[in-house]
């Protein structure tokens, strides 16, 4: 039976009270160091009070053996988290510019009553708010609400009545004569949503208010923490209605006609229901509304997870003896674990809308909204400040972190605070999260609204089988979403719509992890830079994120989301800045995570795990691996533990995996997975020029292997991939990929007139063209700048694939020009491999003119080869394959050539 342990003060992780993890703790570097302090600790920059140190005398509990902790106390699952605290790795802290004073009680009063929000729930939400005041108990001397007395006791009130004491509190501030601002707390006993859960939810809607006209200003919804968008609207037409998310209670907004469901675009004539600005997710792609929403209500699936204590079911606790399974959110919602799943659910529900909430002044009055079930209390605040600390043992979710050779667990932990010890509740514009809501203020109402972080953002993409015969893998729309944490933010933040973001990053070197359900975990390194909160960026990312004009018709309306309607700027897409070492930034503040924005999530049933293995190296610096088909999917600095990390791919691709160590050098490897492995080993590759044109002559031997299968009688249908593969005898899954022929070291004949090329040097180290990274020579990755070639009659390294001129391969066997299509792929391909051994042996013998020569020889094959995909007349899919991989080698050529000239 479960132990009750006596009942340490739930503590949001900010208010100085985490337990140092154990020895042994995960970083946001990425890197483990012993004896590790946890973000709080080391972040927090708030003075201790002596209810804070009463919040923070929680410890948490020991992961288990071989577990990594990834920070220590939680926020508070919902939005009363670590608002309360500054160690949750935002960036803006209270100044005294934007000190408030309280509002006169009558005034608030009547403030309150005008803009209480109508209140919509889902069909399967279990827990509405309350007052906590019945659960409260004395310890100490302090007036404490105990997690157990207050889920057992709501649970068996509701016996009686749907929801037992429906209950909004009221705080009312004013920054000055001009504005003023209303917030409403919403308490609930208990939290479930996806991987948060918690004893006791805080969640908060505010309303900003101008005093001369007492029309509103804006409304701000939190969601989750404050690193997640809000959903805000500003200068809103209507009282708020809130949509209530099952079982995590956090609040989207409704202020459209159609009040009791979420629009974050217009829609059937309907304007959004926010005014967030627009970000572009991923480079290219058109950019949406960054606000959490309401993901269930916009079509997408979330997955619940059932809450343990001490490893055994929440429910099964003697403390609660009035709680039982049908008292938490149902089992049609939950996963029993994320990764005990081989592939991730396709069957989640929708939300469905249930109970209406109206305030109790509002009863019988003509604007009352239609269905209301229940009507609740209007309660200012300060007759609950007495209480103290919300307390309960903490409740944690084991996240997946992968590793190089057996993946970590942390400990993710959400716990609650008061609000009246948060900055937000004296600085309300601390909630705000949207960088063009923060300047309307500051520039309607002179209120400095202060520096703010970066915001990183990605999207999840699954990576499934090509339809394509080959090798390969495409990128699709995952049937579920995922969760996201940023180890310096305590909250695990659930994606809407696939969308990972945090907002208001401080600098620094942060961990992403990202698991989902079915999915192999994700992880990588976010660098985000010091300069986002200078006044002069700042500035300039407000007016780059405006928000978008609300359409009067559905024309304007489908234009409007097109791109983000700035006043008197200019709305082209930012420069990205992004770095071999960093993620991809933009100069509005946005770093994008994953491949230019794009994070490859693999269902475990298909999980391939690449060992990288830089610790000779001085570890990884960047990682970059390349489908033949998808392209990118993993481009970012690993998390790597001691030089080693692990990423995972999906079995059916073929890859191009490129290492940059922390000196620079960049290795390139194939790695083609066989059907029964479950691990590819990347180590040891060879970095320098002579890596990249070794890897030439293994890619294009591979390509011309593959194309002469397809040519083969029967070989364009669609057999099954272990037929292109060939066969793989590693059936424990263990080894690495399966290996791609070496170069041929003997005597080669080759399409070319003058075909033979003696390969069989084997070079030494110091014949061999890897250097320490300063050398000209060394391969850097392609954001290096470009070097000038030199002015020759060939074709300039740099010069685009489609435009290299080609030339008419020839025959091996005879010297004649091919007859048809057919006979042009094949001497194509044979040239191309031919061209590519010509350079790997200049490069082994040192000799820079030589492969120069080469490379810019074997670019021109290239070019014919890519020609192949556009031609009525070649082979298909086999011209089709032979294309994509001329472009994929093409780029390794063209950086070769840059290194050289």
């Avoid at 805000?232 to 409704?254: F, K, M, N, R, W």
């Avoid at 309960?392 to 996240?399: A, K, M």
């Avoid at 960088?435 to 520096?451: F, L, N």
């Avoid at 989902?516 to 780059?544: F, K, L, N, W």
Wanted: no cysteine.
């Amino acid at each position: 039976m479960p132990s009750r342990p006596d009942d340490p003060p739930a503590t949001d992780g900010a208010d100085g009270g985490s337990a140092t993890p154990e020895s042994g703790a995960e970083t946001d570097s990425g890197a483990v160091e012993s004896d590790a302090t946890t973000d709080a600790e080391t972040e927090s920059r708030l003075p201790v009070s002596r209810r804070a140190l009463l919040a923070g005398a929680a410890v948490t509990g020991v992961v288990g053996a071989g577990a990594v902790a990834l920070g220590g106390g939680g926020d508070g699952g919902g939005d009363d988290d670590a608002d309360g605290a500054t160690g949750d790795g935002s960036a803006a802290e209270s100044t005294a510019t934007r000190r408030t004073t309280p509002v006169a009680d009558d005034e608030a009063r009547r403030l309150a009553e005008r803009f209480a929000p109508t209140l919509y729930f889902g069909r399967r939400e279990r827990w509405f708010p309350t007052d906590p005041r019945p659960f409260v108990s004395e310890r100490d001397g302090e007036r404490v609400v105990d997690g157990f007395d207050a889920l057992d006791g709501y649970t068996a009130a509701k016996g009686e009545t749907m929801a037992p004491d429906p209950t909004v509190f009221y705080h009312v501030r004013e920054y000055s004569e001009r504005l003023a601002v209303v917030q409403y707390w919403l308490y609930s006993a208990f939290d479930q949503f996806s991987v948060n859960f918690h004893w006791h939810d805080w969640e908060l809607l505010q309303a900003f208010v101008d005093r001369d006209s007492g029309d509103p200003v804006l409304y701000a919804a939190s969601a989750h923490s404050r690193t997640v968008p809000n959903n805000e609207y500003l200068d809103p037409e209507s009282t708020p209605a809130i949509i209530s998310e099952v079982g995590s209670h956090s609040s989207a907004l409704g202020m459209n006609e159609r009040r009791d469901t979420f629009q974050r675009l217009p829609v059937d004539g309907l304007a959004p229901d926010v005014t967030n600005g627009v970000v572009a997710v991923v480079s290219g792609e058109e950019g949406v509304p960054l606000a959490y929403g309401l993901p269930r209500d916009e079509g997408f699936r979330l997955p619940y997870v059932v809450p343990e204590l001490d490893g055994a079911p929440l429910t099964d606790h003697p403390d609660l003896p009035n709680v039982s399974a049908e008292d938490l959110v149902p089992a049609d919602l939950t996963v029993e674990s994320f990764a005990d799943r081989s592939t991730p659910p396709t069957d989640l529900p929708e939300r469905e809308r249930g109970a209406v909430f109206e305030p109790e002044s509002r009863a019988g009055d003509e604007n009352e909204s239609e269905g209301v079930n229940e009507h609740y209390a209007l309660v200012p605040t300060v007759d609950i400040e007495d209480i103290t600390a919300f307390t309960g043992p903490q409740l944690s979710f084991q996240f997946s972190v992968p590793r190089f050779v057996e993946d970590a667990v942390s400990s993710h932990i959400t716990t609650t605070s008061t609000p009246w010890t948060q900055p937000r509740y004296r600085d309300p514009l601390a909630d705000v999260t949207d960088r063009s809501h923060r300047r309307a203020i500051r520039e309607r109402y002179d209120v400095d609204a202060g520096d703010r972080g970066a915001t990183i953002i990605g999207r999840i993409a699954e990576l499934r089988p090509s339809d394509d015969v080959d090798v390969g893998v495409t990128l699709a729309t995952p049937p579920v979403e995922a969760v996201a944490r940023l180890a310096s933010d305590p909250t695990a933040a659930p994606t809407f719509g696939g969308v990972a973001a945090f907002v208001d990053v401080a600098p620094g070197d942060h961990t992403l992890t990202v698991n989902g359900p079915g999915y192999a975990p994700y992880a990588q390194r976010v660098p985000v830079g010091d300069g986002s909160g200078s006044a002069e960026t700042t500035e300039a990312a407000e007016t780059a994120s405006e928000t978008v004009t609300t359409p009067s018709t559905a024309t304007e309306a489908a234009s409007a989301t097109e791109t983000p309607v700035s006043t008197g700027t200019s709305t082209e897409t930012p420069v990205s800045t992004g770095t071999e070492t960093g993620a991809e930034t933009e100069t509005d503040g946005t770093v994008r995570i994953g491949a230019g924005g794009r994070i490859g999530l693999v269902p475990r049933a298909d999980a391939v795990k690449l060992e990288v293995d830089a610790a000779e190296r001085g570890g990884a610096r960047r990682v970059r691996v390349e489908d033949d088909v998808a392209g990118r999917v993993f481009d970012a600095p690993p998390v790597q533990s001691e030089g080693r990390a692990g990423v995972y791919v999906h079995r059916a691709g073929g890859y191009t995996v490129e290492v940059t160590d922390e000196r620079g050098r960049t290795s390139v490897e194939r790695v083609t997975p066989g059907p029964n492995q479950n691990a590819a080993e990347v180590a040891k590759a060879r970095t320098g020029v002579s890596g990249v044109t070794r890897y030439l002559v293994e890619f294009l031997t591979e390509t011309r292997e593959t194309v002469e299968r397809l040519l083969e009688p029967g070989g364009g249908d669609e057999r099954g991939r272990e037929s292109e593969r060939g066969e793989d005898d590693d059936t424990d899954g263990d080894d690495g990929a399966t290996p791609t022929p070496e170069p041929d070291t003997t005597e080669t004949e080759t399409a070319d007139a003058d075909a033979t090329i003696e390969l069989d040097v084997q070079p030494s180290e110091d014949e061999d063209r890897e250097t320490d990274g300063d050398d000209a020579t060394t391969l850097t990755s392609a954001s290096t700048a470009t070097a000038t070639p030199e002015a020759t009659g060939t074709p300039e390294a740099t010069t685009p694939l489609e435009s290299v001129p080609t030339l008419e391969p020839t025959t091996a066997d005879a010297g004649q020009r091919p007859t048809g299509p057919l006979e042009e792929l094949r001497a194509a391909l044979e040239a191309a491999v031919s061209r590519a051994q010509r350079a790997n042996q200049a490069a082994l013998a040192g000799d820079d003119a030589a492969t120069v020569e080469a490379l810019r020889a074997l670019r021109e094959v290239l070019a014919r080869l890519s020609s192949f995909a556009e031609r009525g007349d070649a082979p298909q899919p086999a011209a089709r394959i032979a294309a994509r991989r001329a472009e994929t080698a093409d780029r390794r050529a063209v950086r070769a050539l840059d290194t050289l000239t």
